[in-house]
């Protein structure tokens, strides 16, 4: 029967200090000594398992001198009943305690002898050089102080912010005052935000305090930023792409008025794209109730009153529609069933009428003013003034003076500009007697004239402008005693030939302007509020020479004005387009002096250079008449009447 005893047991326990190798005894056993040096175990077991039987196993707590450093101890294994004889003898030191680490270990397979005691010796080796209790990391059985040449650094230890590992717990992120810190791999300032931080007291190399970095290889791409590109990616990493200024992904509504998304355009910028199906959308400009400007595609009424419904081929009169209107002779598809005065047979016949006024071959009339049906005035140099009723022509016989404009009242009245700066005035009636004059306070010619009545009085309101860049106007009351002068609207830097509108609050001025010594075609419309003109952006190249020499306001949104080089521009709506340069003979591009336009689709035109008149149909020009002498100024009551008046007392008129 064997009988295990352990060292455990303190009686058989001891310091081998001045203890012999060997004791006799009759009862067979194991002596084992145990030898340690340079550390000091806070624990020391020693266990003892059968070889033949795993579950056979006992162990115990070798007691050991706190002090020494180096020491043996003894125990001794007796016989144990039922174990075989085949024993394996392990001894062990841990770190700390006897649940701390293993940090030495030896064993050995023994015989357990039936008599006597056998010694087995069994040594163990540790590394604590700096005697701190803890033990070094190396080894098969490692400690767990990590610089064992320190004594102020183990497990336990305060952790400081000293660059050392001070408790050997994950360096210095334990510390108190560390600060966590994040790998910025492309050097933006800002550290990867999939990346775990690293606790340390001092940053690493590469390392930065500011998280969030949505792409840590694109330095361009960090928080703190607004999105910069359209491109997909989220450029300042809040979690969305594309937003901020882009957009992108928010509801919108396009120039047509669809609704729709915001989409990159390009890496600078997004636009509102819809899918939905646009329309054509009409206006009704020139106020007979049938739309035919087109305003574009849309998905639903870009403006009031717009309608999907085509009814008007010429926007600039309201003699043409589709509905509601019959043909007349007049050059103007007025039922826009596309042709011009079709049906009529007897149009294409009427010819027209030129005489030369009063037989005076010595006149010249540079403006000519209607006012009714058959009615109007020729004015010109060295007191011209002709009244006309028809084929009745009355002159005036004391209006001194070289008129350069005119412009007639309903009434019959009419108000003249003179070549040195004076405005006159008088009635049909008034022939005999002296035009009434007031001078403007400029010496300058006043090249254009333009007036509207006030609904309300008997006073007219005409505006002029001279070639010095005066715009002027004088308040005529008809019938009163007394009349204001004249009085300076604005002045411009301009040469200004020519004055239209449809009322005092939407006035047109052209002319030219000097620039590097040369004149250069320029147009400014009236405030609506306040005291400064627009200068209006014609869309001409910067090397166009010449004057504007003639201008006409059709309705609040269509303007033309025509000038030297044979041009022609339209402002619809608010767009300036030029239309085909009239050329002549062969080639020849003129000077247009004068138009008149009754639509789109009419304009009449009369040039310097050449004595036709010429016709636009809104996409080509034509002559339709070639008068005896030189065509100055432009004149008519519609399109059905049409006069045209210059040099040699030339007066010639169409009208069917």
């Known amino acids: 029967m064997m009988r295990l005893f352990l060292v455990g047991v303190a009686l058989l326990t001891l310091s081998m200090t001045g203890c012999k190798s060997k004791t006799s005894t009759n009862e067979g056993g194991l002596r084992v000594f145990i030898t340690y040096a340079t550390f000091r175990p806070k624990c020391l077991t020693l266990a003892v398992e059968d070889r033949r039987d795993a579950a056979r196993r006992e162990s115990g707590v070798v007691t050991v001198d706190a002090e020494a450093r180096s020491d043996t101890r003894v125990g001794v294994i007796l016989k144990q009943a039922g174990w075989s004889p085949d024993l394996r003898v392990v001894a062990q030191a841990h770190e700390g305690s006897c649940e701390g680490p293993v940090i030495a270990r030896q064993s050995a397979d023994v015989q357990f002898p039936e008599e006597n005691l056998t010694d087995l010796k069994l040594d163990l080796r540790a590394e604590d050089l700096d005697d701190d209790g803890f033990f070094a990391i190396k080894g098969d059985f490692p400690g767990t102080d990590c610089d064992d040449t320190r004594t102020d650094v183990h497990p336990g230890a305060t952790e ?111 636009t509102c794209v819809s899918t939905a199906q646009t329309f054509e959308y009409f206006a009704d400009d020139d106020g007979d109730g049938e739309a035919g400007t087109s305003l574009g595609f849309f998905c639903e009424e870009p ?110 009245r009419v108000f003249l500009g003179s070549n040195d700066g004076r405005f006159a005035t008088l009635m049909p009636d008034e022939l005999s007697t002296a035009c009434e004059t007031r001078p403007s306070g400029q010496p300058a010619a006043i090249n254009g004239l333009v007036g509207f009545p006030d609904p309300n009085s008997n006073v007219f309101t005409v505006y002029g402008v001279s070639s010095q860049g005066h715009v002027l106007s004088w308040s005529y009351d008809h019938g009163a005693g007394s009349q204001p002068a004249p009085t300076l609207v604005t002045q411009l830097a301009a040469n200004l030939r020519a004055i239209h509108g449809l009322e005092a609050q939407s006035l047109f001025v052209v002319g030219a302007e000097m620039v590097n010594g040369e004149s250069r075609p320029a147009a400014w419309s ?88 010429h016709f636009f149909n809104g996409a080509a020009w034509s002559v339709v008449a070639t008068p005896s002498e030189t065509v100055n100024a432009l004149g008519g009551f519609g399109p059905g009447e049409v006069w045209a008046t210059g040099h040699d007392g030339l007066l010639t008129r169409w009208k069917p």
Do not use: M
């Open 303 to 412: 403006e009031q009153e717009a309608t999907r419904e085509n009814n008007d081929c010429d926007e600039g009169t309201p003699l043409v529609s589709f509905v509601g209107t019959t043909e007349v002779c007049d050059r103007l598809d007025n039922d826009c069933v596309g042709g011009v005065d079709n049906g009529l047979t007897d149009c294409d016949a009427v010819a027209w009428n030129e005489r030369t006024v009063l037989d005076d071959t010595s006149a010249r009339y540079d403006a000519v003013a209607n006012y009714d049906e058959g009615l109007g005035w020729l004015v010109g140099r060295t007191g011209h003034v002709i009244h006309v009723d028809g084929n009745t022509f009355r002159p005036a016989t004391n209006c001194a003076g070289n008129w350069r404009s005119a412009w007639a009242a309903p009434n019959g």
């Open 526 to 613: 009236s405030p609506q509020t306040g005291t400064t003109w627009t200068r209006e952006a014609l869309g001409l190249p910067e090397t166009t020479t010449g004057l504007l020499n003639a201008v006409q306001v059709l309705t609040s949104r269509l303007v033309y004005v025509a000038g030297d080089h044979g041009l022609l521009l339209e402002k619809s709506r608010d767009a300036w387009t030029p239309k085909p340069v009239l050329t002549v003979n062969g080639g020849t591009v003129p000077n247009l002096r004068a138009i008149i336009a009754f639509g789109r689709t009419g304009i009449y035109a009369a040039s310097s250079e050449v004595k036709d008149l």
């Open 160 to 270: 400081l912010c000293d660059g050392v590992d001070n408790n050997c717990v994950a360096g210095e992120s334990d510390a108190p005052g560390n600060v966590q810190y994040w790998v910025d791999a492309d050097g933006d300032g800002y550290g990867d935000a999939s990346a775990a931080p690293q606790v340390a007291c001092a940053p690493p190399q590469g390392h930065v305090t500011r998280a969030g970095d949505c792409d840590d290889e694109d330095r361009l791409v960090h928080p703190d930023q607004q999105e910069f590109r359209c491109d997909g990616k989220d450029d300042n990493c809040d979690g969305a792409s594309d937003n901020d200024a882009f957009g992108v992904g928010t509801a919108c509504l396009t120039e047509q008025r669809c609704t729709g998304t915001r989409q990159c355009q390009s890496t600078e910028a997004a």
